[in-house]
Nanobody, 111 residues
Framework: QVQLVESGGGLVQPGGSLRLSCARS????????MGWYRQAPGKQRELVAV???????NYADSVKGRFTISRDNAKNTVYLQMNSLTPEDTAVYYC?????WGQGTQVTVSS
């Protein structure tokens, strides 16, 4: 059974940084997409950053230059480094491996 465990969320001031982690347990035969999505109150879930196929990355325009997605295949973990955070980044962040989703971790950017 595949499980995704996210960590690293929390409360941070504007301009601050956080690093999210998503550790996967259980085997998946093949994954052609992994990454992060987010959902703010009253809004639809949206893509933040993903790794596609062999390693191509794709970012939402709103986070380009501020967020970086990476992975450690040996640890079955995908990361999201978030810098220069703004209140507009406040949301529940969800990890995704193929068809599997994590439970979400809250990120709140507020002074």
């Amino acid at each position: 059974q595949v499980q995704l465990v996210e960590s690293g969320g929390g409360l941070v001031q504007p301009g601050g940084s956080l690093r999210l982690s998503c550790a996967r347990s259980g085997s998946i035969s093949s994954v052609n997409l992994m990454g992060w999505y987010r959902q703010a109150p009253g809004k639809q879930r949206e893509l933040v950053a993903v790794i596609i196929g062999g390693g191509t990355t794709n970012y939402a325009d709103s986070v380009k230059g501020r967020f970086t997605i990476s992975r450690d295949n040996a640890k079955n973990t995908v990361y999201l480094q978030m810098n220069s955070l703004t209140p507009e980044d406040t949301a529940v962040y969800y990890c995704r491996y193929g068809l599997y989703w994590g439970q979400g971790t809250q990120v709140t950017v507020s002074s």
